[in-house]
């Protein structure tokens, strides 16, 4: 963990403290879950604050933090947490403005003898880049995430609609191990794959149509993200035109993975390939986003972002075409920048996938 790096940072912005108050944030500083918690770090020391619910349980497992009941004797626990930062925060407190309630803000703020100063992506240049132990449990999440693709296949079949296909994807994830889907699994037959996020509906599958996958799952508190389409029989042949056409922009955009290059420039790679066909109209999101803890986070592979690829950066690669009222492609991989190329965590084929 990075603990020490950030208490730097925050000694370096000049702050006598900072105040963690999104779930995210305090699950990757602390590795501990809570529905209500916050972390205060001072440059040397390191506070976590939740109540009754979960605190004998962080006594058990944080080890060398400093531990506090909010709430404690039946104390309103806004005026607790006033209490605590006054005494423990310093003169001049950091906190999340980009990941709190402004109603929040200004009743914290109400009754506190210091100044609040407000960041937003305080932690992103921390969590952008993934330790190896945070890369093994995503790497075994992907590996989850493959296992129940292959086993959902053989029931696309038996699903009487795209809501019951979702049904079983979810009770894979709960047999493999995982604690929840990282997000909504999206299940997209026939028209209704032209629809990159489509909310999974009681549309039937029907056979002759392609099937548009999209799920992940949550293990050890890290999210996987997968997406497939699958031909259910015969397709239209321009649904298997442009699957070729995404398979050779995805791996157009991978062949240009390393750490060091500009961001821009694999979004660009698979743009060009679908542009060169004619399809640039209808790849209409960017090419793949961070992975971690949370579903979507930094950076986003789209072509304006000029930023460097940092190495340990695990992200998506996810080209797609989408054709109204024929269908639509998508695949998607996630994938670790290394020093000189990327690692593709998942093992699915990008080859047609027919049943």
Known sequence: MKIKEIQNKIQGENLSSFLFSSRPNI??????????AYVLLTPQEKFFITDSRYFEAAKEKLKGWNLIQLGEGGKPQLKHLQEILNEYGGNQIGFEEDRIALSFYKSLKEGLKTRLKGYSGFLDEFRIQKTEEEIKIIREAVHKTDRIFEKILTQIPQAADELDLRRRIINEIFIEGGTDESFPSIVAAGKN???PHHETSHTQIEKNNPVLIDMGLIYEGYCSDFTRTVFYGQVHPEIEKIHQIVKEAHLEALSKVKAGIPIKEIDLAARNVIDKYGYGDYFIHSTGHGVGIEIHEPPRIYKNNEDILLENTVFTIEPG???????????????????????????????EIRI
């Open 27 to 36: 699950f990757y500083l602390s590795r501990f879950k809570s529905s209500n």
């Open 193 to 195: 794959s032209a629809v």
């Open 321 to 351: 075409i989408y054709i109204p009222e024929i269908g639509g492609v998508r695949l998607e991989n996630i994938v670790v920048a290394r020093k000189d190329k990327g690692e593709v965590l998942t093992q699915t084929s990008l080859e």
